[in-house]
């Protein structure tokens, strides 16, 4: 099945610092989307692509569609101690199922 | 806050045994599906439910099954519990053909 590999597993950066975090996958995708996961929540949904090449933002948050359609990157400028929390790329297939990555732990010094 | 509420929030159970995990979707979500999400992994998709009907189902083995109710809440079974089993169990609700599927907290399942 395909396989999303995302980048870097882990990073541990200083409150205040731009972050980026991104995800490849074997094969291609129609939609993109970026989850984020708190201790204790279910993932929440941060931004979804649909289309190669898009970039969206949301607030500090910007996402862009790869236009391989086999990747898609995850910025988060001037991070905050809420940043904190695991970041995940999904693919959504047509049946409204969704493959995760393996996740992108960020933690903040504040 | 969601509007996804699981329960239990956490378990533990023996090898061997049968649990029942059950999820209230949120209001006017007529699909729901459950995931796995092993400790350091991302979540795996077990399967969906649409109208009471399983619609799709991920790699997992039959000992996992599942349930969903005419007001669209559900349950997850598994029979036979293994010590693999164990880890967090996240049930997501969406509109079908919506693609923002909301998750619960999760149950927490730990087998012994």
């Known amino acids: 099945g395909q396989q999303l590999n995302q980048s870097p597993q882990s990073m541990f950066i200083q409150e205040g610092e731009d972050v980026s975090m991104n995800c490849t996958s074997s094969s291609i995708f129609n939609t993109w989307l970026w989850y984020k996961q708190e201790p204790g929540e279910g993932p929440v949904l941060l931004i979804a692509l649909y289309k190669a090449g898009e970039l969206t933002s949301n607030g500090r948050l910007t996402a862009q569609f790869g236009i391989t359609r086999k990747d898609s990157f995850l910025n988060i400028s001037a991070s905050i101690p809420s940043d904190v929390g695991i970041y995940f790329c999904a693919d959504l297939n047509a049946g409204n199922m969704l493959t995760f990555g393996g996740g992108t732990r960020l933690m903040v010094k504040p | 806050e969601t509007g996804v509420t699981q329960s239990p929030t956490h378990l533990i159970k023996t090898r061997g045994q049968q649990v029942t995990l059950r999820c209230s979707s949120q209001?006017?979500?007529?699909?729901v599906s459950w995931y796995q999400q092993a400790l350091g992994q991302g979540p795996q998709f077990i399967f969906q439910?649409?109208?009471?009907?399983?619609?799709g189902r991920g790699n997992f083995p039959p000992r996992f099954s599942g349930l969903q109710f005419p007001n669209y809440s559900s349950e997850l079974n598994v029979n036979a519990l293994e010590l693999d089993d164990s880890a967090l169990y996240l049930c997501?609700?969406?509109?079908?053909?919506?693609?923002?599927?909301?998750f619960g907290q999760g149950t927490r399942l730990t087998v012994v």
């Open positions: 209001s006017g979500h007529n699909t």
């Open positions: 439910y649409y109208r009471e009907e399983e619609n």
């Open positions: 997501a609700s969406h509109r079908t053909g919506g693609t923002e599927a909301f």
